[in-house]
Each structure stands twice: as C-alpha cells, then as structure tokens.
C-alpha cells in the first residue's frame, strides 16, 4: 500500500527535476588580471579558457576579465584567498600581504636573465614558493613569464644620481619602493589600471615596466626615454583559491592541471616573442630615444642598488637569495 503510494511521487519528482540537470548551465570560474588580451597573460588566459572548455564546457565556463575590468591586483589576491574568484595570475611583486619570500624576485639585477629566472623558478627552492601562501586560501599553480623591466622617463637620464627628484611609478611592493628611494627619487606605489593617467597628466615622471607592457599600455606617448637596463623582472605567479582547488574531483583537477600546462607553456612562447618584438618596436620609434649602457655605466646603476639585497636576507631568506643567485651563475 505504502510502496504503491511513493512510487508515483518518486516519478514525479524525477520528472520534475530531470530537466533541471539537463539544462544546468556550466559553472563560470572567474579569471581576472589587468593586462591586454593581446599579451602573454591575456594569451594565456584564452588558451586556459579554450582547453577547458572544450574538454568540459557542459560543466565549465572560464569567464575572462581583462584590463582591470573586475578589478585591479591588489584585490584579486585577496579575492582568490576569499574564493570570490577562481583565477589570477598577477606579477610576483604583489603578494607583500601574504608572503615576503616572493620578494626575492624584486631584488634589482639578482637575475642575469629569463634564464636565470627560469631555472630558479624551477628549482625545488623556486617550487616550494608556490605553495607558501596555501594557509592563506593561495595556492600557486605555476609561474608564467612576462620579461625583464627597463627604466622610463620624461627626460634623459643615463646615470643612477639623473633619477634624484623624480616620481617613479612602482608596484606595491617595499622593495620596489626602497631602490628608487636608493636613487633619491620618489617611489609612488600605484596601481596598473592608473598609470597612464598618471604620465599623461606628469603627476609622475617614469616608471618601470617590461617592453610588452610599456608597449600594450601606450606608457611610451609620454615617456620617450628609455634605458636597457633589465633592472629586475616582472613575471607572474597563475593563482587560485586552496579550497576550490582541493575540492576538485580528481579527473577534473588532472584536466585543469593538463591545460594550465599548456597555456603556461604557450604564455611563456608568447612572452619570449612579445619581449622581443616589442622591443624592436619600441627602439625603433623616432619619438623615442633609447639608452643602452656599458657595461661599466650598468654597473654604476648595481652598485646604486645592489644594497637592498643584503638588507631583505633575513625577511625573504638567505638560502632563497642563494638558490636565486645560484640560478644565474650558469
Ligand atoms: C601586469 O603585468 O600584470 C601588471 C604589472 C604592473 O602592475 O606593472
């Protein structure tokens, strides 16, 4: 009696919600940055998005937000330790909030190279940094290039004391801050989305920034002097929440793991082109005049600079500075 009284209500209830689970729409994972699509992020990004979504795009939708559009950095950090958004991968100066051993890449002219900066990042010294923010919802899922920085300006300057005075746009990050102090110049830490206004409207002298990005943004309409001087590096670390990670079915987690590889790895063809191209773009515009120093002018600029790696030993770690410059000496 009972029995014949439930069955009918189960097969109502399944033919009730059966299309519910047919037309569930996929999940949307955010993925912020701040950068153009048309850059080795950007790049990265939708090769991320096209790999998962052709392999599981009845269950996944990567929704993209380029040049700040969400939100600037800062706050992506914090929203992937939250679990707001799913996605980041922003420049390693940016995670002061949350870890000082990623200050190691700050360090002027610790890196010879992206070389250099390559094999450290592929050491287990390198390695072990991804996941030294995963107590605080932060979990590193792999490094993508962007290059080496170079100095700007409004006027010239080929030596460390023609900086003296000026307002120097720099990332949030006290390293970053201290070398143009190092300089007597003024660090005004700012974020990404602001800086060409602010050039624009010379409510600051220059910047640092790599040639991809100095390029994308259009910083050089109003800094048409440059010097080659591969100063520090600006690379980034693909970031996602520890828990939504965690939670994960395995198959899905391997999938994702599979396609960020080979976006990574595409990202990073993509940075040693722009880097190149950009450059070239860059150097051989008329309005633009580029400084390339000696090697005895460049190392004015590291003696001027170099002091801050003794000062950050104890907060980032000697054995990282080590294994840092371990990297380099190939
Ligand atoms: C970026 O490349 O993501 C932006 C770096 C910056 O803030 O200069």
């Not at 250099?116 to 107590?135: H, I």
């Amino acid at each position: 009696m009972m029995n014949r009284l439930i069955r009918p209500t189960l097969l109502g209830l399944i033919t009730l919600l059966l299309p519910m689970f047919l037309w569930a729409e996929p999940q949307p994972l955010v993925f912020s940055h701040v950068v153009s699509p048309n850059t080795p992020k950007g790049k990265m990004a939708e090769m991320f998005k096209s790999m998962i979504e052709s392999k599981m795009g009845d269950r996944f939708e990567i929704v993209i937000y380029p040049n700040s559009d969400l939100m600037d950095d800062d706050e992506a950090v914090s929203a992937i330790a939250e679990g707001r958004i799913h996605f980041a991968a922003p420049s390693l100066s940016k995670f002061e909030a949350y870890t000082q051993k990623l200050k190691v890449f700050d360090l002027p002219f610790l890196f010879r190279d992206i070389e250099a900066v390559n094999r450290f990042q592929k050491s287990p010294t390198g390695q072990s940094l991804l996941t030294s923010m995963d107590s605080q919802g932060i979990l590193g899922l792999g490094y993508l290039h962007n290059g080496l920085k170079q100095l700007t300006a409004d006027r010239p300057f080929t030596q460390p004391g023609d900086l003296a005075g000026l307002r120097f746009r720099t990332m949030n990050s006290d390293v970053l801050i201290k070398q143009f102090e190092l300089l007597n110049a003024e660090a005004v830490p700012m974020a990404f989305s602001e800086v060409y206004s602010a050039l624009a409207e010379q409510r600051i002298q220059g910047q640092e920034n790599t040639w991809s990005n100095i390029y994308s943004k259009a910083f050089y309409e109003h800094q048409p002097y440059m010097m080659i001087s591969n100063h520090g590096v600006l690379d980034y670390m693909l970031i996602t929440n520890s828990d939504f990670w965690k939670e994960l079915n395995e198959e899905d987690r391997d999938m994702f793991r599979y396609a960020l590889e080979m976006a990574l790895k595409y990202g990073n063809a993509v940075a040693k082109a722009k880097s190149a191209n950009d450059k070239i773009e860059l150097t051989s515009m008329k309005s633009i005049s580029v400084f390339k120093p000696s090697a005895s002018e460049l190392a004015t600029w590291q003696t001027a600079m170099q002091p801050l790696w003794a000062s950050y030993e104890d907060l980032i770690g000697e054995n990282i500075i080590q294994a840092a410059r371990q990297a380099s000496r190939h």
